[in-house]
């Protein structure tokens, strides 16, 4: 049986797909980007994931409808479980998920508020003003 390596500040292991995972795109999308694995648990060994093809669906529609970004789910097999990676890019722009704002540091999602969250908005604006394309005149 495989197992794989640790969780960290990019990746995230889940056994099975909840609705509430959706808290851990929104936070990888406000730090480093990352990939969330499901039917992995938490020691890494891999456990499967069931109705992997539905969800393959499922959840890029659900990222795009309750955040308004995209996100790749792959489907991949070790030890003859199947397993989703969901791929979160960095975004530019402050990525909310109903209204909260969640961060990715260390191996743990946070939920930001107050000063944390005026912290990092902060932070993800200046981002995008050091990635911004200049603008040209035609």
């Keep these: 049986m495989k197992k794989m390596n640790t969780e960290n500040q990019n990746v995230e292991f889940k056994e099975t797909w909840r609705d509430e995972y959706l808290k851990w795109i929104c936070g990888f999308a406000n730090a480093q980007g990352g990939k969330l694995c499901i039917g992995i648990d938490d020691d890494g060994k891999v456990v499967g994931v069931k109705n992997a093809k539905k969800l393959m669906e499922d959840i890029p529609n659900k990222v795009r409808d309750t955040m308004g970004i995209i996100v790749d789910v792959e489907l991949s097999e070790i030890d003859g479980k199947n397993i989703l990676d969901i791929t979160v890019p960095v975004h530019e722009y402050p990525v909310n998920y ?14 930001l508020q107050g000063t944390a969250l005026s912290l990092v908005l902060s932070t993800i604006r200046f981002r995008k003003m050091l990635y911004a394309k200049p603008f040209s005149m035609p």
């Design 98 to 111: 109903k209204g909260e704002y969640h961060y990715r540091s260390g191996s743990t999602k946070q939920l």
